[in-house]
T-cell receptor, first 112, second 111 residues
């Protein structure tokens, strides 16, 4: 069975641009969460979606947005990129809320 | 608010040495506690968990006990192997199902 897949694996952008990151959950999983992991730090919670509805939002500016599609895949959008947005963005899926998280390998975003 | 404080690394041990990685937490209510491991080039994987006070989580020779009185969830292994080299993250699941992670502890085991 395929695990959580994220695309692209690496991405380079310049300040002010926007970026879209994609995540496909494990088949049957209905919840997707997004985390930002800055080098040397632990993952920081950005969003959680369940059944296409936002169920949680971390302390991130409005430049960050996300959505979940009917097939339960998800996109994370970041507008007006800043240098400080450079990080590994992790997607995790779970069967439902309160269930075990399965993480993807992440998208490494570099903002120049 | 909810948070996790984790022992800073990096930690370097010889094979078969005893491992302890300290983790303490701050939370409202009664969170579930987790240890995740991240091998080089891979995503985070759940190593073990405990959902209530005095529970002991265990997996692959690793253990951690949920201590409410000391708000701790220290990770231990009696005899580490080279294959245990990875970054270890302590985490709690707090209100709203949000996970809070520690900063991670890098472990290198040398033969």
């Amino acid at each position: 069975d395929a695990g959580v897949t994220q695309s692209p694996t690496h991405l380079i952008k310049t300040r002010g641009q926007h970026v879209t990151l994609r995540c496909s959950p494990i088949s049957g999983h209905k919840s997707v969460s997004w985390y930002q992991q800055v080098l040397g730090q632990g993952p920081q919670f950005i969003f959680q979606y369940y059944e296409k509805e936002e169920r949680g939002r971390g302390n991130f500016p409005d430049r960050f947005s996300a959505r979940q599609f009917p097939n339960y895949s998800s996109e994370l959008n970041v507008n007006a990129l800043l240098l400080g947005d450079s990080a590994l963005y992790l997607c995790a899926s779970s069967l439902a809320l309160n269930e075990k998280l399965f993480f993807g390998s992440g998208t490494q975003l570099s903002v120049l | 608010g909810d948070s996790v404080t984790q022992m800073e690394g990096p930690v370097t041990l010889s094979e078969e040495a005893f491992l302890t990685i300290n983790c303490t937490y701050t939370a409202t209510g009664y969170p579930s506690l987790f240890w995740y491991v991240q091998y080089p080039g891979e995503g985070l994987q759940l190593l073990l968990k405990a959902t209530k006070a005095d529970d002991k989580g265990s997996n692959k020779g690793f253990e951690a006990t949920y201590r409410k009185e000391t708000t701790s969830f220290h990770l231990e292994k009696g005899s580490v192997q080279v294959s245990d080299s990875a970054v270890y993250f302590c985490a709690l699941r707090g209100t709203g199902n949000q996970f809070y992670f520690g900063t991670g502890t890098s472990l290198t085991v040398i033969p």
